[in-house]
């Protein structure tokens, strides 16, 4: 797939989509500190782009707050490193984020592992459960309506 795609989430926040064949330029141009400063490696020490990862970069207006990864496998799809600047509007920004997620792979088993509590009560809201843990990580799953 040859895609850059940019969703707008309620009016307030945009979300352009990497996946299959992206400027690598203007991907990196943006995420390449992610991927590179030893402050963010601390945050996110399993941050990798692999070739079969979507990328779902979130900006309020135009400035960056935030990005999730998507990776669709076999038995589930999913939702991995997660990562939201800290702002006064980090939670909404990261619950309707979620929520496009969620509506967006509704047909999908999904899984994420995330060890942040506010992040872990929205995807319960959102219908996630429970399903173990990993570290200090939560493991939380949501069947797919099929």
Same mark, same amino acid.
């Given at each position: 797939?040859?895609?850059? @795609?940019?969703? #707008?989430? &309620? #009016?307030?926040?945009?979300? @352009?989509?990497?996946? %299959?064949?992206?400027?690598? &330029?203007?991907?990196?141009?943006?995420?390449?500190?992610?991927?590179?400063?030893?402050?963010?490696?601390?945050?996110?020490?399993?941050?990798?782009?692999?070739?079969?990862?979507?990328?779902?970069?979130?900006?309020?207006?135009?400035? $960056?707050?935030?990005?999730? %990864?998507? &990776?669709?496998?076999? #038995?589930?799809?999913?939702?991995?490193?997660?990562? $939201?600047?800290?702002?006064?509007?980090?939670?909404?920004? $990261?619950?309707?984020?979620?929520? $496009?997620?969620?509506?967006?792979?509704?047909?999908?088993?999904?899984?994420?592992?995330?060890?942040?509590?506010?992040?872990?009560?929205?995807?319960? &809201?959102?219908?996630?459960?429970?399903? %173990?843990?990993?570290?200090?990580?939560?493991?939380?799953?949501?069947?797919? @309506?099929?």
């Amino acid at each position: 797939m040859n895609a850059v @795609k940019k969703y #707008e989430v &309620k #009016e307030k926040y945009n979300i @352009k989509v990497y996946m %299959g064949k992206y400027d690598k &330029k203007e991907f990196y141009g943006q995420m390449g500190e992610f991927f590179a400063d030893r402050n963010y490696r601390k945050q996110l020490p399993y941050l990798i782009n692999d070739v079969d990862k979507i990328w779902y970069l979130v900006y309020d207006k135009n400035k $960056f707050i935030g990005f999730f %990864g998507v &990776k669709i496998c076999t #038995e589930n799809t999913l939702i991995s490193d997660i990562y $939201f600047e800290d702002a006064p509007n980090k939670i909404n920004a $990261f619950k309707y984020t979620a929520e $496009f997620l969620v509506d967006l792979y509704q047909e999908e088993e999904l899984k994420v592992l995330t060890k942040i509590k506010e992040e872990q009560n929205i995807w319960l &809201k959102l219908g996630f459960v429970k399903a %173990g843990t990993r570290g200090n990580y939560l493991i939380l799953i949501k069947e797919g @309506k099929k």
